[in-house]
């Protein structure tokens, strides 16, 4: 092995153990017992208990905060990849005077800080009635997960050669059918690969899910984390155990479909 591939290993090896070492503590500590997190650390645990997770489901029942995740970042996702692949798709195939400012404006509305935007929406959603309801979650979810999948669809449509479809249209077929037939199909990698990342944004947003919810009925999983709270002390433990099931989904999506990902993020690299 030459010195420069050697030293480029190390660095790799280096930087893969420094990521995964933090989620490694904490799924050991979320098995540890509460009395023993703050003794002298150990990579190989004595004892491990379940009793974490156990007040986790029954104590606080944290099922409630995941089913709300999964309805909103679902329901999330499904109108953006929908909704912004058709957006993404007249931007990137059709010809017509503004679409350069109007990508602008997109990336401009991706851009824009959150913080900036909760009173007009609070006050909006508040006379809407929509306050701690899922609608009132998943349309303001919509205002920075859209820009994203348009941007990311659009990059994806712009690879797929033209002729397709110019030739689908010459055999009779209409742009919509020519759409749904023949680019849809070519087009999933990157469809996956932007619904995988819009519901990644979604489960893992914060601000909104806080400012927008009331209670414990429509909290979020990273709302419900955050306001975990004991009688006279922080239950870490529990926190720790709540960090690592609220990872999992995630992680078993992206494990599950890194074929995917890898496709649609590398398709941009190869000309058609």
Not at 126 to 138: E, Q, W, Y
Not at 232 to 242: D, M
């Amino acid at each position: 092995m030459k010195p420069r591939n050697a030293w480029g290993t190390a660095a790799l090896i280096v930087l893969v153990v420094a990521s995964a070492f933090p989620f490694y503590w904490a799924i050991v500590s979320s098995f540890t017992p509460e009395a023993r997190l703050f003794e002298a650390p150990s990579l190989v645990p004595r004892t491990l208990v379940l009793e974490h997770y156990r007040a986790l489901f029954t104590q606080r029942d944290f099922w409630i905060p995941i089913r709300n995740s999964l309805v909103v970042a679902g329901c999330t996702t499904v109108f953006c990849v929908s909704l912004g692949g058709l957006c993404a798709y007249a931007l990137a195939r059709l010809r017509f005077r503004g679409k350069a400012p109007l990508l602008g404006l997109i990336l401009a509305v991706s851009v824009f800080p959150q913080i900036s935007i909760v009173s007009p929406l609070y006050l909006v959603l508040r006379r809407l009635h929509l306050i701690n309801t899922f609608p009132g979650l998943i349309l303001p979810y919509l205002t920075f997960a859209m820009p994203l999948t348009v941007w990311l669809m659009v990059g994806f449509f712009r690879q797929l050669p033209g002729e397709l479809e110019e030739a689908a249209m010459v055999d009779g077929a209409s742009r919509l059918r020519a759409l749904w037939e023949i680019i849809l199909p070519l087009a999933l990698p990157g469809l996956a690969t932007t619904a995988i990342l819009t519901f990644v944004y979604s489960w893992n947003e914060f601000l909104f899910a806080l400012s927008f919810t009331l209670g414990p009925e429509r909290q979020t999983v990273p709302v419900a984390i955050a306001l975990f709270r004991g009688q006279y002390q922080v239950p870490w433990g529990q926190i720790l155990a709540a960090a690592v099931v609220a990872t999992a989904p995630v992680a078993l999506l992206v494990l599950a479909f890194q074929r995917r990902i890898v496709q649609g993020l590398t398709a941009g690299a190869v000309k058609g």
